[in-house]
């Protein structure tokens, strides 16, 4: 009977807390919801910073340069005007700016991410003499500033012919330090157990690299895709080593040279947020398509 009252009793505590603790749960759960109030008042505040600079550049490029000049933060305007687009579509050589720069992104993406994974596979599962010493250039260059390369670059580019053509301007984006580094490492966390089979049905190195393995790595592609086409799409400092005809010019480039007020009098803010904004969207675009794809090693996981 006691072990049964004292049972009872301890629900009936339980069920029926007293006031002190019941105080203290609501002191404890109104604490928290104002920390979590204030946590992500500051993360909108973090936000809107991030954000606003660009919701200005988007406003601008619908305003009239009168208005811009008076008013450049606003962000509803005034008039609605599309005249700096269609001056930058119509009056200008920004169409082929646009077509030079898809022309040289799609190529580096495209050979990044065959040349990378190549060089990442050899380095992960190739035994061959000195693969210490290439695997520590490749580390080493990505330490390198890139601005200490430009003078070399456009050396060697001129000595063989490349300067300012097409050729100049890809072949030397065609392979990343970065790139290897992280398909290598990619590589190296697939077990090798999973290329045992197609190499005793008689699969070469290639196939193993290209039917095997290479489509276990999506994640790391997609991470490599989305860099070199990020990379490829900014690149600046190369393509002015690389080319002085205006009809290789890049969107990097002929911005530039908006920004600078080299192409037209005035501020013309319009015109040059407009140009910004529209070199923003594809990288934008890569990003929102492929976010969820970067790097998810869970993928392509293999129990042994």
Avoid at 57 to 69: G, H, N, P, R
Avoid at 152 to 168: E, M, R, T, W
Avoid at 170 to 187: E, Q, R, S, T, Y
Avoid at 206 to 212: A, I, N, P
């Amino acid at each position: 009977m006691t072990g049964t009252t004292l049972k009872e009793s301890r629900v009936l505590a339980q069920e029926h807390p007293k006031p002190r603790q019941t105080r203290r749960r609501r002191g404890w759960h109104t604490r928290t919801r104002a920390w979590q109030v204030v946590l992500y008042a500051l993360l909108i505040a973090l936000a809107l910073v991030y954000i606003y600079p660009f919701l200005v550049q988007v406003a601008t490029s619908f305003k009239t340069d009168a208005e811009a000049a008076v008013d450049p933060v606003s962000l509803i305007p005034q008039t609605w005007s599309v005249a700096a687009y269609e001056r930058l579509f119509l009056r200008s050589d920004f169409p082929v700016w646009f077509a030079n720069s898809a022309v040289v992104t799609v190529c580096v993406t495209l050979g990044r991410v065959f040349f990378c994974s190549l060089a990442g596979y050899a380095l992960a599962r190739l035994n061959f003499r000195g693969r210490g010493v290439v695997y520590a250039a490749v580390v080493a260059v990505m330490a390198v500033p890139a601005v200490v390369l430009l003078i070399p670059k456009f050396l060697v580019i001129n000595q063989l012919g490349l300067y300012d053509s097409y050729a100049g301007m890809i072949l030397p984006l065609l392979v990343d330090a970065a790139g290897v580094f992280i398909m290598k490492n990619f590589f190296e966390s697939i077990p090798a157990s999973v290329e045992e089979q197609a190499r005793i049905d008689g699969a070469g190195t290639f196939r193993l690299f290209w039917s095997v393995v290479l489509p276990m790595a999506r994640p790391a592609l997609v991470t490599i895709i989305i860099l070199s086409f990020q990379g490829s799409w900014n690149e600046l400092s190369h393509f002015i080593v690389a080319t002085q005809s205006p009809e290789l010019t890049t969107l990097t480039k002929g911005v530039a040279s908006l920004a600078s007020g080299q192409l037209s009098q005035g501020t013309q803010y319009p015109l040059k947020l407009a140009a910004a904004l529209i070199m923003t969207i594809p990288v934008a675009v890569m990003f929102f398509v492929f976010q969820r794809r970067i790097m998810n090693t869970s993928e392509g996981a293999v129990k042994e």
